[in-house]
């Protein structure tokens, strides 16, 4: 168990090894679990079954067209020729003057075009598992053209709860710098299951404090998403979208 209420996640590999080594703590729920629930609630049956698509990933079939797409036209990067001492092709007019740059070589034009976008997972009880999926496939659908379009996108998971002193975590998911791996992205954006099983074990056993039963009285407003970010990630520019849609633009 993590020495916080306020947790910070630099990969999925991290919070899932957290997971793994955290032990049962007597007294508080275990949700996460739950076999009884259909897949009205989630879309796993068991926290097993979301813990390995967590690891491995996991793709849906209503992406395909979008994946396909981006498959084909690939991201769109720029890059340049010129001549350097080093290269894949010489220039023999130049090479017979003993030019010391008579090679052709290639750079990649870096694109400065930077997007961050933070998914607030959080989601009311009473919200079915398609609700919240229709919403995640229409984001994980914007990145994937962002993506395509030729920007780079940084992309965080976040919940805040207003419980006592407050409850909350951020996990990055993609750094601009990173190329865009859809099939590892697709389960923590896409499926109910994060919340309904990933999010609900890291409140039973990373938080220092129980968050009470019900798992805690989410905020899905600005002033909630700020506490959290504030204390974590202190970025000034971002989008930020929630089970509703892209809820504001920083």
Known sequence: MMNSNILQFNSISELMKALDEAPVIDGRGDASSDTDRGSDWCDTASYEEAHDAMLFGKTYDNLSTDLNKYKTAGSKEKSSTYLDVVGYNVVVPLAIQNVPNCMINKRRTINNKIVTILYNCSVPAHVSSSKIMKTTTELMKNIIKLEKDGYRVNLYLMQYNNNGSGFGYVLKLKTDREV???????????????????????????????????????????????????????????????????????
């Open 180 to 250: 865009l791996n859809i099939k590892k992205l697709c389960f923590p954006l896409v499926s109910s299951s994060f919340l309904r099983r990933i999010d609900f074990r890291i409140k039973e056993r990373l938080f220092k404090d129980w968050i009470g039963w019900g798992y805690g009285c989410a905020e899905f407003d600005r002033e909630g998403v700020e506490k959290v970010i504030n204390k974590t990630l202190r970025i000034k520019h971002y989008e930020c979208w929630n089970y509703e849609g892209k809820q504001f633009t920083v």
